[in-house]
T-cell receptor, first 112, second 112 residues
Framework: GIQVEQSPPDLILQEGANSTLRCNFSDSVNNLQWFHQNPWGQLINLFYIPSGTKQNGRLSATTVATERYSLLYISSSQTTDSGVYFCAVGDAGGTSYGKLTFGQGTILTVHP | NAGVTQTPKFQVLKTGQSMTLQCAQDMNHEYMSWYRQDPGMGLRLIHYSVGAGITDQGEVPNGYNVSRSTTEDFPLRLLSAAPSQTSVYFC???????????FGSGTRLTVV
């Protein structure tokens, strides 16, 4: 099956700093999503971005499907950005029916 | 509030007991799925459904059953609980198999 690698595994920032999280995947995808899992465990959908660039406030994401990677940018980080960021992809081949494969996540800690 | 509702939030079972984790969504989404989240393993797909009456297995289906009698509900049944099923379970839905996911708040299950 498709492999998803996220980097870095851990990231510690001071409030106000910018960061870039990366997601590499091993095969063609028809679905790519970024999620934030907050310290209470809730999974929040940040972006649905199988290709192209999207922005939502301080967050933006870019997926270059032909090169099999996606980037999540966090600008002017805040303590509320802390948590785990997951990239999840859907395999474009066969009968994937929307099944997502998740990466292992990037643990982000933002200090005040 | 619109979204995905999971019950219960916490549950402790004894080995061999059975139980049903409930999942309901009010967004008229066709696609629903169950994931389990374990430390170091990320989120793994248990079962999914592309519509009422249609279900299929994911990556880790053993020990679990599902049914989809209505669009709104997608319960997950543990047939005979084992300590290896101690995990956090998430239900998710999307309007279509390739669309953006909305996750429920999770059920933390401990099997002793």
């Amino acid at each position: 099956g498709i492999q998803v690698e996220q980097s870095p595994p851990d990231l510690i920032l001071q409030e106000g700093a910018n960061s870039t999280l990366r997601c590499n995947f091993s095969d063609s995808v028809n679905n790519l999503q970024w999620f934030h899992q907050n310290p209470w465990g809730q999974l929040i959908n940040l972006f649905y971005i199988p290709s192209g660039t999207k922005q939502n406030g301080r967050l933006s994401a870019t997926t270059v499907a032909t090169e099999r990677y996606s980037l999540l940018y966090i600008s002017s980080s805040q303590t509320t950005d802390s948590g785990v960021y997951f990239c999840a992809v859907g395999d474009a081949g066969g009968t994937s029916y929307g099944k997502l494969t998740f990466g292992q996540g990037t643990i982000l800690t933002v200090h005040p | 509030n619109a979204g995905v509702t999971q019950t219960p939030k916490f549950q402790v079972l004894k080995t061999g007991q059975s139980m049903t984790l409930q999942c309901a969504q009010d967004m008229n989404h066709e696609y629903m799925s169950w994931y389990r989240q374990d430390p170091g393993m990320g989120l793994r797909l248990i079962h999914y459904s592309v519509g009422a009456g249609i279900t299929d297995q994911g990556e880790v289906p053993n020990g679990y059953n599902v049914s989809r009698s209505t669009t709104e509900d997608f319960p997950l049944r543990l047939l005979s609980a084992a300590p290896s099923q101690t995990s956090v379970y998430f239900c998710a839905s999307s309007a279509r198999p390739g669309g953006g996911y909305t996750f429920g708040s999770g059920t933390r299950l401990t099997v002793v």
